[in-house]
């Protein structure tokens, strides 16, 4: 009965929080303002009322096809270049292959340290820089992609390694198993379907990622959208925002069937 009445106190001390935290942000804003501009609703109706009238010109769903095909490579580079930072410092943030405590505790303090650095700057924040330091490459937006993916998939990735079930693998070490036996036979099959699940959950969000990068002039489908919302061409918009939407439902739809063939 304590452990649940602290609980409750808990819960609602934060409650209490959030609702500060949104009073004092409505508080902020200058609402004498207005919130939209003038004309705003009225360009809301328009830009709304556009998706009944796509842009289904050839030229159009030329430049469709090349700026998927752009967010898309920059969505699959830079997620392979995060795996390859990602798993080997997820697998050794882990402490998993670390027999010893104080070496485990040492290596994941240390591990976990550079993988929040590496999450806590925002992509479009890395675009920035390297788009300073290199100009307008394509590299530019696979790092901006890459960097802060690593860190994300390195935390995910140990988290998974450390909560295998202990039965198994002792197992395996009673067998006479090393540890990186152990992970390499039990660890790891035990959390593959998990693993690949939240890999393509983040390429997901990787094709998003690229899109609100090539706002920055990348290239791909938020360039194609940034240039038709400034000349007015709403309809056009829509049929890159769909073309969007549709890269997603095709990325879910391969996710769920690879998964699926994995579990059975």
């Not at 508080?27 to 004498?32: D, G, H, I, N």
Request: net charge positive.
């Amino acid at each position: 009965m304590a452990s649940v009445s602290k609980l409750m106190e808990s819960r609602r001390l934060l409650m209490i929080i959030l609702l500060g935290a949104l009073a004092w942000s409505l508080a902020s804003v200058e609402w004498k303002d207005g919130v939209l501009h003038t004309r705003g609703i009225s360009a809301l109706g328009e830009i709304s009322g556009a998706i009944f009238k796509l842009d289904l010109s050839g030229e159009t769903l030329g430049k469709l096809l090349i700026a998927a095909w752009r967010t898309v490579a920059y969505a699959v580079a830079g997620l392979s270049l995060a795996l390859v930072i990602g798993l080997p410092l997820g697998i050794v943030g882990s402490g998993v292959l670390n027999s010893s405590a104080n070496k485990r505790r040492t290596v994941q303090t240390l591990v976990r340290f550079i993988l929040g650095f590496l999450r806590s700057i925002h992509e479009l924040v890395w675009a920035w820089l390297f788009v300073a330091a290199i100009g307008l490459s394509p590299l530019a937006a696979v790092l901006a992609l890459a960097i802060p993916y690593g860190g994300i998939l390195g935390r995910i990735y140990s988290e998974l390694f450390q909560d295998v079930p202990e039965a198994p693998l002792r197992a395996l070490r009673n067998a006479g198993a090393s540890e990186w036996r152990v992970f390499w036979y039990g660890r790891l099959p035990a959390v593959l379907p998990e693993l690949i699940g939240y890999t393509f959950y983040r390429f997901e969000c990787g094709i998003r990622s690229a899109t609100v990068l090539s706002f920055v002039g990348l290239g791909g489908l938020g360039y194609q959208i940034g240039i038709s919302l400034d000349d007015l061409a709403y309809g056009r918009a829509w049929t890159f925002i769909l073309g969007l939407v549709g890269l997603i439902v095709l990325v879910e739809a391969w996710s769920a069937t690879v998964r699926r063939k994995i579990i059975l």
